[in-house]
Nanobody
Framework: QVQLVESGGGLVQAGGSLRLSCAAS????????MGWYRQAPGKQRELVAN???????NYADSVKGRFTISRDNAKNAVYLQMNSLKPEDTAVYYC???????????????WGQGTQVTVSS
């Protein structure tokens, strides 16, 4: 089994910063890509950023220059540093990790439980 735990959400004023964390534990052989999605009320879930096993990062146009994704392979973790936050960044943020499991050798995508980010104007 694999478990993901997210942390770091909260309430912040516009222009502020937050750092989201997502760490995995369990039957992990290796981790391929990792990333963050978000879902605002009444909207579809959208990709915010992802990072490959080779540390190549991609960002949604709406967050480029403000958000930075990073990973720590030793900790099986992915992070999202969010700066210059805007009210439109308000959403539930979900991490995901694409994991090769030790017990099966197969690739699975696991999701975090979601963390609320609220940006006040």
């Amino acid at each position: 089994q694999v478990q993901l735990v997210e942390s770091g959400g909260g309430l912040v004023q516009a222009g502020g910063s937050l750092r989201l964390s997502c760490a995995a534990s369990g039957s992990i052989f290796s981790i391929n890509d990792m990333g963050w999605y978000r879902q605002a009320p009444g909207k579809q879930r959208e990709l915010v950023a992802n990072i490959t096993g080779g540390d190549s990062a991609n960002y949604a146009d709406s967050v480029k220059g403000r958000f930075t994704i990073s990973r720590d392979n030793a900790k099986n973790a992915v992070y999202l540093q969010m700066n210059s936050l805007k009210p439109e960044d308000t959403a539930v943020y979900y991490c995901y990790l694409t994991i090769v499991r030790v017990d099966t050798g197969r690739v699975y995508r696991y999701w975090g439980q979601g963390t609320q980010v609220t940006v006040s104007s």
